[in-house]
């Protein structure tokens, strides 16, 4: 397979990884990866035959991924916990390189102890992106959650040094424990060395470039991108450990960081923190979809290694166990030890086996331990064939499975999420609809004001789509949910109806072609009153949403600087699509009468809400059609059509006022949000939403500000 299609098929799982995690909520999302991963192995032709290098992994994958782990984790915590950080990254390694490698030598005589030695070295490392994913959907305490990320930080060099040595022992059949000890130190400091150097180096070159005006938003983000890649090169060069170089990098880049002193300083880090979340969740599928790619390749030879398949799933599962065992035995040893100098080693209060048995099971396999195992050589020293190696792969690959099913399994029961009661969604949702309420009361004020007739057609825009959103809260209750999907499920039949009719009607006097110009504006209408979600959907979408925008912009700048064929033609095809809108709106109307009437209590009080919302689309409208006619909103004349429907012809100047009424829709926009901002802060003042509350709908505000510049 091409390398590209290959890309395009991992990018493909990944995101429909992502849209099943929304599906299947009982499957962890690493775990439904690995599935789409080999499912595309097996479904896909020429995946199998796919590889990526495993130092190509570690470079492309790992560091980045290990990199915005220090961006994310408190550089103050680490340092008070390096103790037990240093005592889970290095020597639980060393025992369960010991413990793994003699378990497995005794199961499986025919593997040499020092390549035993070599897979427990790779089932070392808690893998980064499998932490990452886990920790999300369970209750883990900030103690937790510390030594997990330190840990994940460490261990990946300290298992790579000790798969090393175990792999030069058994290639070359001799060992030096003072050599070995002299390596690691050198790998060990001098990784960390480098890489602190490097972050320190960066980091002032950064602030250098800033100094000089010389660094933007965008190249800011570049270089922190290209940081991970740069030092782990530069560290293996120096033939150091290039992860630690990279998470030594990180720590000193994160505590080096300043805080906010600037617009532009914030601006710089919300664009750094979105790309990195981007590139974070686009690494951790990636890696997951590639290790269920992996499964296929690395199981088969296992099975030929003189193993029938049920004696490998046992010494598989014998092997995780004993890792699994050794790993509870070390924590458990230093939360007691904790706990009789009065403190805890992961702060959760529980019992003391229960808090080191979550953090035993937190501590899965991953794609690192599969990219270690993969370079274990296919010879030793004489050509002889490396002993056990296809069976040394076969059984990491089912150590990472066993490990994720079963923090995928326990977890949840282990340290469940605490019971949410509602109270603080419904909290929310009373705040959200006080805040929408206030900024409909001051728009609604500024049309009763009577303002400039340019102005006032975006306002009514503008409050059309918090009067949406109003009403999308209200009928978010649960009392009514299940009421407001069947009648939302027969509004839109009730429209989808309607538009066959209009588009029958429409083939009578024009092409099929002007029909679907006429579509692509009556959504584009739709969109500009609040219509989202299922609803707006009964309009096909045809071309993109941002085409109309723009030739809804094109066409204005035409009519402001008058050119009668530009002019017409906007008029026809928007006012058109407004009196199909208005059509539509009707049809809901009607349907809304109906359920008032005859429907039960909770579709009655939907049909209520939903009735008067529409009401007031309907109105903004038909505004819009009469705009630039001296007509009263609430008269009868303002129902009347500004259009000959024998010749499809619009009022003189329709088009004209319609484009200067555009100047002024942005404005309005930014005038709402500014608005909203201020009733948050009233109601806060007023104690009618907490804090917390405030916060989060002040930063949803916020990104509508941005999204407007």
Known sequence: MEQFEFILVVLACVGLSSVMDHVVEKVSLPVLQVILGLAASVLVPGVREARVESELFLVLFIAPLLFNETREVDPRRL?????????????????????????????????????????????????????????????????????????????????????????????????????????????????????????????????????LGLEDVTSHALYELLTPFLVYLVAEALHVSGILAVVAAGIVMAASRPRFHSTFEARRSLVSGSLWSVISFLINGT???????????????????????????GVIVAVAATSMLCRLLWVYALEVAHRRRGGSLCGRGGSALH??????????????????????????????????????????????????????????????????????????????????????????????????ADVAPAVRFVLDRYQMRMAAERLGD????????????????????????????????????????????????????????????????????????????????????????????????FGQACIYAIELEYASLDYFDEVIATGDAAQAKVARIRRDTHEQLLRSLWSWLNYGRDVPVDSDEAYALPYNLLTHEFAPRFGEHLAKAREYARDMDATALRIELDVIARLQAEGQVSRRVAGELREDVYLLQMSEE
């Open 478 to 573: 649960a009392d009514v949910a299940d009421a407001n999907r069947a009648v939302e499920r027969e509004e839109f039949r009730r429209q989808a109806r309607t538009l066959n009719e209009l588009h029958a009607r429409h083939l009578r006097t024009r092409s099929e072609q002007d029909w679907k110009e006429h579509v692509r504006w009556l959504r584009f209408v739709r969109h500009l009153v609040g219509y989202q979600g299922r609803m707006e959907g009964v309009v096909p979408r045809g071309r993109a949403l941002g085409g109309a925008a723009a030739m809804f912009v094109r066409r204005s700048t035409h009519a402001v600087h008058p050119d009668e064929r530009h002019q017409e033609e906007f008029a026809r095809v």
């Open 355 to 452: 808090d080191a048995l979550v953090t035993t099971v937190a501590g899965a396999k991953g794609a690192v331990t599969l990219s270690i195992v993969l370079t274990l050589p296919a010879t030793v020293a004489g050509g002889a064939p490396f002993a056990g190696r296809d069976l040394l792969v076969t059984l990491a690959a089912g150590v990472i499975l066993v490990t994720l099913l079963a923090a995928d399994a326990a977890l949840p029961r282990l340290a469940p999420q605490p019971a949410d009661d509602g109270l603080l969604e419904r909290e929310r949702r009373r705040a959200t609809t006080a805040v929408l309420e206030g900024t409909a009361a001051e728009l609604q004020r500024m049309l009763d004001d009577a303002p400039d």
């Open 287 to 313: 890696v997951f979809v590639l290790l269920g790619m992996q499964l296929p390749h690395v199981a088969a030879p296992g099975l030929a290694d003189g193993l029938v398949p049920v004696q490998v799933l």
């Open 79 to 211: 340092w008070q916990s390096r103790a037990d950080i240093l005592s889970l990254a290095v020597g639980l390694v060393v025992a369960s390189v010991l413990a793994v490698g003699y378990v497995l030598h005794w199961l499986v005589p025919s593997i040499p102890l020092a390549a035993a030695f070599a897979l427990g070295g790779a089932l070392g490392p808690t893998d980064a992106a499998a932490v990452t994913a886990l920790k999300s959907s369970v209750n883990l305490s900030d103690r937790q959650t510390t030594l997990l990320s330190g840990e994940s930080l460490i261990n990946d060099a300290s298992g790579v040094v000790a798969f090393q040595f175990a792999v030069a022992a058994a290639v070359t059949g001799s060992f030096s424990l003072a050599n070995a000890a002299g390596t690691f130190l050198v790998l060990f400091v001098g990784g960390i060395a480098v890489g602190a150097a490097l972050g320190a180096v960066v980091s002032a070159v950064i602030r250098l470039l800033e100094d």
